[in-house]
């Protein structure tokens, strides 16, 4: 079965709204990231956070290791938070990632 | 600091043809990816080197697919008799060994096989 699990597959929000994205993995993860694609553009790395809650600007990330769950917390959303989001898991020390199908968060005027 | 180059942007081929994307690592970086990512999807690994050493192309189509690090620098992904499944976007990420959480990508070459 799918190693990562994202939900929402998608989501369209009003600006200033909140978003929770989720993220569940089947095995026991060494390492989680999220990733912010662009449209057409690169992935960028927000949060490397394999466990606990970590805060950056609007953006908030809670990992809890033994359920095997991430969340990311998009407070008051703004247009330029469109784009695909992506969790990724690091098992073991061998520096993989496994990726999910992403969240496609679209935030409307 | 440069970030992670790639070429060419944009491919487009013909079934049955060759094509070769190039990746310029950030300087330093030991350990180089090659990801493909079809359209919606999330980014699957083919490939990944550290210095000028295969670690694992256990996801690579062997038969078709090649990747090459030579100086453990620049690395060059092939495609051998493109096939319209391989239509999708290739990303090249670099890392530095025991720097956790700091994976860098490029744009991506973005293939489309007619």
């Known amino acids: 079965g799918q190693q990562v699990q994202q939900s929402p597959a998608s989501l369209v929000l009003q600006e200033g709204e909140n978003a929770e994205l989720q993220c569940n993995f089947s095995?026991?993860?060494?390492?989680l990231q999220w990733f912010y694609q662009h449209p057409g553009g690169r992935l960028v790395s927000l949060f490397y956070n394999p466990s606990g809650t970590k805060h950056t600007g609007r953006l908030t990330s809670t990992t809890v290791t033994n359920e095997r769950r991430s969340s990311l917390h998009i407070s008051s959303s703004q247009t330029t938070d469109s784009g695909t989001y992506f969790c990724a898991i690091e098992r073991g020390s061998n520096a993989k990632l496994t990726f999910g199908k992403g969240t496609k968060l679209s935030v409307k005027s | 600091e440069a970030g992670v180059t790639q070429s060419p942007r944009y491919a487009v081929l013909q079934e049955g043809q060759a094509v070769s994307f190039w990746c310029d690592p950030i300087?330093?970086?030991?350990?180089l990816y090659w990801y493909q990512q079809p359209r919606d999807q999330g980014p699957q690994l083919l490939v990944y080197f550290r210095d000028e050493a295969v670690i694992d192309n256990s996801q690579l189509p062997s038969d078709r697919f090649s990747a090459v690090r030579p100086k453990g620098t620049n690395s060059t992904l092939k495609i051998q008799s493109a096939k319209q499944g391989d239509t999708a976007t290739y990303l090249c990420?670099?890392?530095?060994?025991?720097?956790?959480?700091?994976?860098?990508f490029g744009e991506g070459s973005k293939l489309t096989v007619l």
């Open positions: 095995s026991t993860a060494t390492r």
């Open positions: 300087s330093g970086h030991d350990t």
């Open positions: 990420a670099s890392s530095l060994t025991g720097v956790t959480g700091q994976l860098y």
